[in-house]
């Protein structure tokens, strides 16, 4: 098991990705805490999904768009579970709009919780990590909208693209203490936030007809990667980012 003994903290963890990684972490060997936003029901299966797997598993609400959530998200999971072993900054939002009539509470609110959450989270983990020592695994998730733009994206897309610095800046940063930084960047992954987008068929088949693995991608396919970084395999590799997108992004032609 890639991860046994060790502890896991994500954020965004009750659906999507977030979910996938936390439930993978835990087939993995790992006790698990996920932060969320919202109804309880679905950080409650994925708690319970969690404990099915014989692993510790906690559910502490917040939303990581104000600072102080990040300080007790990671204070209250490591009293809870004993440490931080990796942490992974996961939550996000995409309320696709135009670019020309975009509101600025559209603009700051995707600002907030994307990048200045990752930012916020990522160092309160750092600073754990830091003071109880031994080094650690940070995992953003970023995006391949780091690299390659969306007309209704453009809040969004700066936003994914400092997450990916933010990943190689903190490598820099916390290299001395063996602190890991990366970032994993998937590509189009079907979960609830692009539901609305994806539910124009044209949309969707254009955007699947684009990966050369021949399908858009489910949460699951982001739980490997994620927790290869995450653990002692990658123990070389920081401050990189991994495309997790079928082959998309190199699909020119
Ligand atoms: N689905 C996709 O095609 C892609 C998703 N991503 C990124 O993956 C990450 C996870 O998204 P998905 O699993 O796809 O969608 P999702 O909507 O299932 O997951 C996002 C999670 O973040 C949580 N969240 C939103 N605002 C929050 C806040 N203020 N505080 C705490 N939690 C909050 C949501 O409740 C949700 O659980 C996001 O950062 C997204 O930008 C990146 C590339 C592609
Ligand atoms: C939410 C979008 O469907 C998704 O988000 C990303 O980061 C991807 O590039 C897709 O556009």
């Known amino acids: 098991m890639l991860l046994e003994g060790k502890t896991v903290l994500i954020t965004g963890g009750s659906s ?59 204070g209250r999971a490591a009293d809870a579970l004993g440490r931080v072993d990796v942490f992974v900054s996961n939550a996000g939002i995409c309320p696709f709009h135009a670019f020309l009539d975009m509101p600025a509470a559209t ?4 600002m907030a919780v994307n990048l200045h959450g990752a930012f916020y989270m990522v160092q309160a983990a750092a600073n754990r990590m830091v003071a109880q020592g ?9 995006s391949i909208s780091a690299l390659v733009g969306g007309e209704y994206q453009t809040h969004y897309t700066p936003t994914k693209a400092g997450v990916h610095s933010l990943m190689q800046s903190a ?15 998937p590509g189009t992954i079907l979960t ?14 254009r955007m699947a ?11 699951e396919d982001l739980a490997g990667p994620i927790v290869f970084l995450a653990s002692d395999m990658a123990r070389y590799v920081t401050g990189a980012a991994l495309l997790v997108d079928g082959g998309a992004y190199v699909n020119l032609q």
């Open 171 to 185: 490598a820099i940063a916390l290299g001395r203490y063996g602190i890991r930084c990366n970032s994993v960047l």
């Open 209 to 219: 007809a684009r990966v050369p693995l021949g399908r858009l991608g489910e949460p």
């Open 107 to 110: 603009f700051e609110r995707t």
């Open 134 to 142: 031994g080094g650690g695994a940070i995992v953003a998730v970023s």
């Open 16 to 74: 999507g990705i977030g979910a996938a990684a936390a439930v993978e972490a835990a087939r993995q060997g790992a006790d698990v805490a996920i932060n969320y936003i919202g109804a309880d029901a679905g950080a409650h299966d994925v708690v319970a999904r969690i404990e099915a797997l014989g692993r510790r598993g906690v559910a502490l609400k917040g939303d990581v768009a104000e600072p102080d959530t990040a300080t007790a998200f990671v």
């Open 192 to 205: 609830e936030i692009n539901r609305d987008d994806l539910a124009d068929t044209g949309k969707r088949e």
